[in-house]
């Protein structure tokens, strides 16, 4: 595996989580903040029944990196650890899984986890960006809310039991899964802030797409192979709806797209120059404003869309504005 050459990174000072948030994942996470004592409920539960005997697992059965043991990833950890100014940084753990992949788990103290199979395939600027990705995870509090997502998800099965329980069972599925997905490109976007090297986070993800034949592969063609994705017709747009509706995380080819999109708003530079949210001011962030930044989201996403459905839901929208502007300059006609 090759090595980049070491280069100086921006540090972060005090950055918010709110910083690399997806709009629709920062809208959930900011209501759910404000359920004051909530969240420690749900961490001592955890403690109390899950968390001590899941980290018990990996305790006894994987490696814990520190600086004995798996240095370069502990080193990687420590690095964006302060590129990203964390309080504290998890620990980190690597298991035999043939399979590329790595989770954050733990609510109380969330620690990362990298399959073997992840750390034999990328390199070290692409660990960088995994390490960086896992890390934004936990600095949102996104394994917090996720616990309260699968009571939810626990809930929403005995409902399905009762008459008629079934009939909004979907679309809470639907919604939950949702909420996940953008968390996974909330993540992305923090990965990328501690890399500060969009080509490396694009490596990444043909990486894992193609299974690790980097060779064979052309950055231009596999984000023209996003852009197909995304032209499609009504049939087509259906079709992915219906195909990502139980997943937790977008397909790759999309993930890649959606991250240079990020990129290219400017928002990714604005940050590196010191533009952004700090913690210092998260206890004051309103609902409304990120709830309102929420569906600005969705509707500029449905407004620039070359997919078909994006497209007519956006002009299906307009057109019930305008039927709602006549009918209201109708009514005030009517009363004068």
Same mark, same amino acid.
């Given at each position: ?50 968390? &001590?005997? #899941?980290?018990?697992?990996? /305790? *006894?059965? +994987? ?7 798996? $240095?370069? @990833?502990? !080193? ?51 660990? &960088?960006? #995994?390490?960086?990705?896992? /890390? *934004?995870? +936990? ?7 996720? $616990?309260? @997502?699968? !009571? ?59 299974? *690790? ?124």
């Amino acid at each position: 595996m090759t090595t980049q050459p070491a280069r100086s990174r921006a540090t972060l000072t005090d950055i918010s989580s709110r910083a690399w948030e997806h709009p629709a994942d920062r809208g959930a996470l900011v209501a759910l903040r404000k359920l004051k004592g909530f969240d420690t409920l749900l961490k001592a539960m955890s403690g109390l029944f899950n968390e &001590r005997a #899941v980290r018990l697992v990996y /305790l *006894g059965s +994987a490696v814990r990196a520190d600086d004995r043991q798996f $240095t370069r @990833l502990h !080193r990687l950890l420590s690095e964006v650890g302060r590129t990203l100014d964390a309080p504290e940084l998890p620990e980190l753990y690597v298991i035999t899984s043939p399979v590329p992949g790595a989770l954050t788990i733990g609510m109380n103290k969330p620690f990362i986890v990298l399959n073997s199979g992840l750390v034999d395939l990328l390199d070290e600027d692409e660990l &960088r960006f #995994v390490i960086a990705h896992e /890390l *934004g995870h +936990a600095m949102s509090g996104h394994a917090v809310y996720q $616990t309260l @997502l699968q !009571r939810m998800i626990m809930l929403s099965g005995v409902l399905a039991a009762v008459p008629a329980g079934s009939l909004g069972l979907r679309a809470i599925m639907a919604a939950l899964y949702e909420w996940s997905r953008k968390a996974e490109l909330s993540a992305d976007r923090a990965g990328l802030l501690a890399t500060q090297d969009p080509a490396t986070a694009t490596r990444v993800h043909m990486q894992l797409a193609s299974g *690790g034949h980097l060779e064979d592969l052309d950055a231009t063609s596999f984000f023209a192979q996003g852009q197909e994705y995304d032209d499609s017709d009504l049939r087509d747009s259906v079709l992915k709806l219906l195909l990502i509706e139980n997943r937790s995380h977008p397909f790759l080819v999309s993930r890649a797209t959606e991250l240079r999109r990020w990129v290219d708003s400017g928002d990714y530079t604005r940050i590196l120059s010191g533009d952004y949210p700090r913690r210092q001011d998260d206890a004051t962030a309103k609902v409304s404003d990120a709830a309102a930044a929420a569906a600005r989201s969705y509707t500029e996403t449905f407004k620039q869309s070359q997919d078909a459905l994006g497209k007519l839901v956006h002009d299906v929208a307009g057109v019930l504005g305008s039927v709602k502007v006549w009918l209201d300059e109708q009514l005030r006609r009517g009363q004068d």
